[in-house]
């Protein structure tokens, strides 16, 4: 099975991948190389594909492996709640492919190719909030 080594050990790649997917659960859009949003697509769809299946094997094996971090502080739901209820719910009815990645250029301290990974299904009122930002950081 082929896979990136993102120059690291494999104790530091599981580090990085489990780090990188609990944030895109929680934040549901992050700012990467390209390189590590790609290894993270296939760790992310298969976490929320047990996500979608919902029950308690599914949810332990989901919880062994997205760290302990709370997602959202007014209803203290951590991030392992938060891919059962929300983000499963949301692609009840999508067979795979619950990530995008966009190519934003190149980083300018060392040049390394940036991606952003998102998911790919929002609600109007993050689109409406997402498109905001992206203007104010073109108008910058």
């Known amino acids: 099975m082929p896979y990136r080594k ?18 895109l659960i929680i934040n549901e859009r992050i700012e990467t190389t390209e390189a590590r949003a790609k290894e993270l697509r296939s760790v992310v769809e298969k976490l929320v594909t047990l996500g979608k299946r919902g029950d308690l094997h599914a949810r332990r094996q989901a919880a062994a ?3 302990h971090e709370t997602a959202d502080a007014e209803t203290k739901q951590d991030a392992v709640q938060k891919l059962f209820s929300v983000i499963a719910e ?9 990530t995008r990645i966009l190519k934003v250029g190149p980083r300018r ?14 609600k ?8 905001e930002q992206d203007q104010e950081q073109v108008n910058e």
């Open 124 to 131: 109007k009122q993050e689109q409406e909030q997402d498109q």
């Open 6 to 23: 993102l120059g690291r050990t494999s104790a530091q790649r599981k580090a990085l991948l489990r780090d990188l997917a609990t944030d």
């Open 109 to 122: 301290g060392d040049g390394a190719p940036v991606a952003i990974i998102e998911f790919v299904e929002k």
């Open 90 to 98: 949301r692609y009840a009815d999508r067979q795979g492919g619950y």
């Open 65 to 67: 492996y997205v760290r």
